[in-house]
């Protein structure tokens, strides 16, 4: 029995193609990078407004308006976030067809790479799900974790593949 680094760096030592992509990951990943820096920047900022207002520099309203302002953008940049939480940009098959290598977006935009058998994903045809909704669960056996995909705004680069995966759909 290997451990889990010696598998996956057997599963990321294999050749794969790509069947399905989402050309507005890069836009999904920085709305989740700039969270964390704008929440910094508000963070930061809050003290120097309020040094700043304490010292007569700057009036009552402007530290209410950074605070308030600044908290704002941070709930929408968090709300928003959470749409672009685990949602897959790539999707790859093994050239020996049995691994899966899904490439999804963490809590702060960075990309994870997971590799699973294809035999450990629920074909869409099993789940109550629409292929039309704007996301679609992606379910494996074996792990609770749900990543999410979307046919809607996604690109299906090859059918056939996309099929040996997630099974037969009607789009």
């Known amino acids: 029995m290997q451990d889990t680094d010696g598998l996956v760096s057997e599963f990321a030592s294999k050749e794969y193609n790509m069947f399905y992509k989402l050309p507005y990951i890069k836009s999904a990943s920085l709305v ?3 969270k964390k820096v704008y929440t910094s920047v508000v963070v930061a900022g809050a003290p120097v407004t309020l040094g700043l207002w304490a010292a007569d520099i700057i009036s ?6 950074f605070c308030c302002l600044g908290s704002m953008l941070c709930i929408s940049l968090y709300t928003l976030g959470i749409l672009f939480y685990k949602l897959i940009g790539f999707v790859y098959l093994s050239t020996d067809n049995t691994i899966v290598k899904v490439s999804y977006l963490d809590f702060w935009g960075r990309r994870v790479d997971s590799y699973c058998p294809i035999g450990d994903i629920m074909p869409l045809s099993d789940m109550q799900e629409n292929p039309s909704d704007i996301f679609i669960k992606f379910v494996q056996y074996s792990s609770p974790q749900i990543l999410y995909l979307t046919l809607r705004f996604g690109c299906i680069k090859d059918m056939e593949l996309f099929v ?3 099974g ?3 789009l």
């Open 32 to 34: 989740n990078k700039l």
């Open 168 to 170: 037969k759909i009607n």
């Open 60 to 65: 009552a309203g402007t530290f209410n308006a």
């Open 164 to 166: 040996k995966v997630f």
